[in-house]
């Protein structure tokens, strides 16, 4: 029963911003970590930015200084922040995360994916 809903995505021309949001839905008890995923055609999906637990960050080198991930646990949601878009950001975006469940079993979950679409 617990889903992670993303919304957001869409399309920006090159220079644009967008905020993806990721929300877990269901019986769940928070999220424990989170990251960010990116799958262009014809490559393979890759991570973008990751958030642990604790609250520390890492980010692929393609988007350091332009993307910033972010969690807000009272709303059991996570954030990319995407700024200074390019063409080669075009992507399906999928969140993923572990959480916990309202059982404290620990699950990971993935995101349904969002199109952002990055052209002038």
């Known amino acids: 029963q617990v889903q992670l809903v993303e919304s957001g995505g869409g399309l920006v021309q090159p220079g644009g911003s967008l905020r993806l949001s990721c929300a877990a839905s269901?019986?769940?008890?928070?999220?424990?970590?989170m990251a960010w995923y990116r799958q262009a055609p014809g490559k393979q999906r890759e991570l973008v930015a990751a958030?642990?637990?604790?609250?520390?960050?890492n980010y692929a080198d393609s988007v350091k200084g332009r993307f910033t991930i972010s969690r807000d646990n009272a709303k059991n949601t996570g954030y990319l922040q995407m700024n200074s878009l390019k063409p080669e950001d075009t992507a399906v975006y999928y969140c993923?995360?572990?959480?916990?469940?309202?059982?404290?079993?620990?699950?990971?979950?993935w995101g349904q994916g969002t199109q952002v679409t990055v052209s002038s």
């Open positions: 993923n995360a572990d959480v916990y469940l309202a059982s404290a079993w620990l699950k990971n979950f």
């Open positions: 269901g019986s769940i008890s928070r999220i424990h970590a």
């Open positions: 958030m642990r637990d604790g609250g520390t960050t």
